[in-house]
């Protein structure tokens, strides 16, 4: 099969699409025939050997955390899935023309394909952040970095849970945050003042999905650290901030996304698609940090 791989740590340049073998279904696991993927900040972190000493790699490695496509092996123990059914979910080397899943769901009514490939890692992120902050109706919610992937998942997601959001966001992206029911402001320097401008009774709980350096002010705007969680500040824990890292629950966490997804109340949002060729441009795309909604790679 196709798959896009690399031999090495490094930049976009390192990816390379080649030749490699098809894996196969194992217990607990479904197969699929990918039809599109998307690119995370985890994905190019990986590959640049960021993340080397907790996630070593075996090279070549192929890239890739989710996928959407058509089943085409069930492996045992699996129940409620069957070869031909569309979904959507979390593997591992994912950029391939067929992929592993380890965590699935069916793909809600009305998707796209591309919707559906824009919809994995972010959304199971996303439900499992806002898990960890507790009953959201009635509540006020900062999210840090709210047009990005995981961000932009969180707000619809929050809103459908009946909380007032803010999103914080470049001002060439507000009128995108205020689609998604989010009030928005910009980040950076006078954030403390910006919300209390627009949440004057205060801010109930945070997450923050940008790790740019915000989070002991946002602990402080919240004033209980227990009521923030983050994504993306690996130095959470000696501000007493929820890190959530890895998606122990993700087969309820997409479950829950596609809960959301079929009320109507939650739709993926697609910053860009490239074909599988342009790989290397999909990911430095993401690596510039300014996509709004997710980037896709396409087969």
């Given at each position: 099969?196709?798959?896009?791989?690399?031999h090495?740590y490094?930049d976009p340049?390192?990816?390379?699409?080649?030749?490699?073998?098809?894996?196969?279904?194992?217990?607990?696991?479904?197969?699929?025939?990918?039809?599109?993927?998307?690119?995370n900040?985890?994905?190019?972190?990986?590959?640049?050997?960021?993340?080397?000493?907790?996630i070593?790699t075996?090279f070549p490695?192929?890239?890739?955390?989710?996928?959407?496509g058509i089943v085409?092996?069930?492996?045992?123990?699996?129940?409620?899935?069957e070869?031909g059914?569309?979904?959507?979910?979390l593997?591992?080397g994912?950029?391939?023309?067929?992929?592993v899943?380890?965590?699935?769901?069916?793909?809600?009514?009305?998707?796209?394909?591309e919707?559906?490939?824009a919809?994995?890692?972010?959304?199971a992120?996303?439900?499992?952040?806002?898990?960890?902050?507790?009953?959201?109706?009635?509540?006020?919610?900062l999210?840090?970095?709210?047009?990005?992937?995981?961000?932009?998942?969180a707000v619809q997601?929050?809103?459908?849970?009946?909380?007032?959001?803010?999103?914080?966001?470049s001002?060439?992206?507000?009128?995108?945050?205020?689609e998604?029911?989010?009030?928005?402001i910009?980040y950076?320097e006078?954030?403390?003042e910006?919300?209390a401008?627009?949440a004057?009774?205060?801010?109930?709980?945070?997450?923050?999905?940008?790790g740019?350096?915000?989070?002991?002010?946002i602990?402080?705007?919240v004033g209980?650290?227990?009521?923030?969680?983050?994504?993306?500040d690996?130095?959470?824990?000696?501000l007493?901030?929820?890190?959530?890292?890895?998606?122990?629950n993700?087969a309820?966490?997409?479950?829950?996304?596609?809960?959301?997804a079929?009320?109507g109340?939650?739709?993926?949002?697609?910053?860009?698609?490239y074909?599988?060729?342009k790989?290397?441009?999909?990911?430095?795309?993401?690596?510039?940090?300014?996509a709004?909604g997710?980037?896709?790679?396409?087969?």
């Open positions: 099969m196709r798959a896009v791989r690399y090495q490094g340049g390192v990816l390379t699409v080649e030749d490699a073998p098809e894996p196969h279904a194992g217990l607990g696991e479904i197969r699929i025939r990918v039809q599109s993927v998307s690119v900040p985890y994905d190019w972190k990986v590959r640049a050997g960021y993340l080397a000493e907790v070593p075996t490695a192929t890239v890739g955390s989710d996928a959407t085409d092996e069930v492996g045992e123990g699996v129940s409620g899935v070869i059914d569309r979904v959507f979910g593997g591992q994912t950029t391939a023309e067929y992929a899943l380890t965590a699935w769901s069916p793909v809600p009514r009305g998707w796209t394909v919707q559906a490939a919809a994995g890692l972010v959304s992120t996303a439900v499992t952040s806002l898990d960890a902050l507790g009953d959201l109706a009635g509540r006020t919610v999210v840090e970095g709210a047009a990005g992937g995981v961000g932009s998942a997601i929050a809103v459908a849970r009946g909380a007032t959001v803010i999103g914080t966001a001002k060439t992206n507000h009128d995108f945050l205020r998604l029911g989010a009030t928005p910009t950076g006078g954030l403390t910006r919300v401008a627009v004057p009774d205060g801010v109930d709980a945070a997450l923050d999905t940008a740019s350096g915000s989070l002991a002010e602990v402080t705007i209980d650290a227990s009521r923030v969680a983050t994504v993306a690996f130095g959470a824990a000696a007493g901030v929820t890190l959530i890292a890895g998606n122990a993700a309820s966490a997409l479950a829950g996304a596609y809960r959301v079929e009320s109340a939650y739709t993926p949002r697609v910053d860009a698609t074909p599988l060729e790989a290397a441009d999909a990911h430095a795309h993401v690596q510039g940090g300014h709004r997710k980037v896709l790679i396409t087969l």
